[in-house]
């Protein structure tokens, strides 16, 4: 663990684990596709866990580590752009309209991890 994650551990136990299989449970009442959903639920907040300095703008430097994160593996650009969606609208904080299932997906599943 690296020392600029100011949140331990506890970042895995209490929210992306649950983001992670919450938004597995739900994706095919979205018609969203699993591997996009399962992919942006363990990376949506890669940024915060990386340095906690980067938790205002999480959303959208997430999205670039992710690129950065998925590129060398043979992922589908398109797939990639679509990751890159899910995890810049992912916050509830921000009322950004969400046009595909797998983006929807991941903005309630993260939702509803606030709550368990």
Partial sequence: MLPSNAYGIGAWDHHIELVYKIAIEIC????AN????????LLHDIASVTD??????????GAQ???????PYQIDKEDIKLIKKCI?????????QKTTPEEICIADADAMAHFL
């Fill in 34 to 41: 699993h591997d996009i959903v399962a992919l942006a639920a």
């Fill in 28 to 31: 095919h009442e979205y018609g």
């Fill in 88 to 96: 810049l609208n992912h916050r509830g904080s921000r009322l950004v």
């Fill in 65 to 71: 580590i992710a690129e950065k994160l998925l590129d």
């Fill in 52 to 61: 906690k300095s980067y938790t205002e703008e999480h959303h959208i430097i």
